[in-house]
């Protein structure tokens, strides 16, 4: 054999012997007339070291981020109107998904902890109570384009009605100054009625001091004068009973008091109830958090969204005016009680409408 013969040359040339180990390896069975060749023995060749996944994740993210901006200029140089939705769309996703995540986050620390809703921090609460409003908007979206090719008609009309279907994660920085300005434009119409209201329910209260007072609160408002705490505070024992309390309020004054705090009117009399009833409960408990917390400990923007959740124009109102008027609800909504809360609800009304700064 080829084989014998190269290993007996080396043995005749003075070598030493070598094993034909690393290639195959001779095994000798009983019984059997020729070897069997085994499986050869382990090769110490030296592996090349692996690839360091991460190193090529982060270089194929920096790559991408480097195409995403050459193709952010390319679009905002030849296609600026699209530009401006483009990036609104994306910035609002992200912002969507951080949400998302967060809301997570919280609802496992609840979980974990046992908590309930009005026992966690303001900031929290305030996320969760945002988020549930934005996911049921979305939800809406959801349903709507379910049916086939129903998606490239809900582009469309999102496109076209950005404030009735999109949430504000995909307004423009324009588009949130105006719609908030059309969201208080409309509740600001039902104030009147609101109003009228109250003043319809004067005769029904029992107490002839407390019917006195309400006149006077009732004609100072009208007159475009603003009323105080203690002027409010001496009429919370009406709103906990009949003619004021939410259970019985009138078919009309429970309309005007949703469109007063951006709930929808257009549904049944029980559930405009409930809906009021569960939006007062989760606003008292945003002001008992906000009480522990500190206005001071909230940024520009905070102080002008809760001012605005609680009937205010803050828009265009400066950050002073606002934190001294949200001082002004907090000591009221937590000098009430749990069945009282129905002032809040018309408090909406009666500490915004002649408020100084805002506009008329």
Known sequence: ????????????????????????????????????????????????????????????????????????????????????????????FRMLLADAKKTRRIKAFMSQKKLMFHQLSYRDMEHLRQFRRDVAKCLFLGIISIPPFANYLVFLLMYLYPRQLLIHHFWTSKQQLEFLDIYHARRKQSHQEILNCLEKAIPLISNTALQRHFTQLCTKVQNGAQPGINDLLLLKKCFSVYPLDIAHLSVPHIKALSRAVLLTPHLPSVLLRYRLNKHTTVLHHLDKALKRLGTGQLTAQEVKSACYLRGLDSTHLAEDWCRIWLEEWLQLSCSLKNAETSLLLHAVVLLSTNYSGTRH
């Open 1 to 92: 054999m080829a084989l014998s013969r190269v290993y007996w040359r080396r043995v005749s040339l003075g070598g030493a012997a070598v094993p034909l180990g690393p290639l195959f390896s001779l095994r000798l069975h009983p019984g059997r007339r020729s070897p069997a060749w085994g499986p050869p023995r382990p090769s110490r060749l030296h592996l090349s070291p692996k690839l360091d996944v991460k190193s090529i994740v982060s270089s194929l993210v920096a790559k991408t981020k480097v195409v995403n901006e050459k193709y952010n200029r390319f679009l905002e140089h030849r296609f600026p109107r699209f530009f401006v939705v483009y990036s609104a769309f994306t910035k609002g």
